[in-house]
Each structure stands twice: as structure tokens, then as C-alpha cells.
């Protein structure tokens, strides 16, 4: 089945209501476990071919549900959340594929240091 996309424009915002970042999580090699940030906000804007993407979340909005009372600990000591309370990422290039695809290149921002992904 060939999909066709065709640009478009205007500006999307995420709903925050129905919207979580959630990812797994490795500990000391020995184990993985699910994190998920549920207060999330971003923004897609398209403006013919070009697009740019933003985003984040507050670091305290971090939802570990086992082991809990490792969610504290991965806030203060990994995160830097008293320091660096907000976590970032701003798009540098978004390219649409002919088959619907999007391949985003951009700066993620995480306790106070900027990088590439």
C-alpha cells in the first residue's frame, strides 16, 4: 500500500491531557524498569517544506512506578531537578519522507547541557 503525503502548514500543539513520554530505563546493568514524564507540552509548525518541532517537560513530573523510591532518587542525583528543573528538545532539521516518515534532528537539553540527536 503506497501512502502520499502532500505539506501542509499551520501549528500543532500536543494535548497535554493525553500525552506522556515514556521510556525504559536500565539500572546498574542488572535491571530494566519503565519511566514515563506525564506533564508534557510541544509544538510542531509547518510553514510549507519547513517544519520545527519543540518540546519538553518539567524533570519533577518524572513517573517511575517500580521500584518507586527510585524516583526521587534518579530526579536529584541524575537529572540535577533542583538545578535544571525543565528538560528540552528543539528541532534543527525535520525531513518528511515520500512514505509518510519524518526523520528529526535536533538538541536535546538535559541538566543544563545541550546535545545532538
Known sequence: MATATQIFGG?????????????????????????????????????????SIEGGTP???????TPAMLRDIV????????????LSFRSTQVELGDDGTARVTGELRLRGMARSI
Open 11 to 51: 501549528t500543532y500543539v500536543v494535548d497535554p491531557d493525553h500525552s506522556s513520554l515514556q521510556f525504559p530505563v536500565g539500572h546498574m546493568r542488572l535491571s530494566r524498569f519503565r519511566a514515563s514524564f506525564e506533564d508534557v507540552y510541544g509544538r510542531l509548525t509547518a510553514d510549507g517544506g519547513a517544519s
Open 59 to 65: 524533570v519533577g513530573s518524572l513517573s517511575i512506578k
Open 75 to 86: 530526579i536529584r542525583d541524575f537529572l540535577l531537578g533542583e538545578a535544571h528543573p525543565e
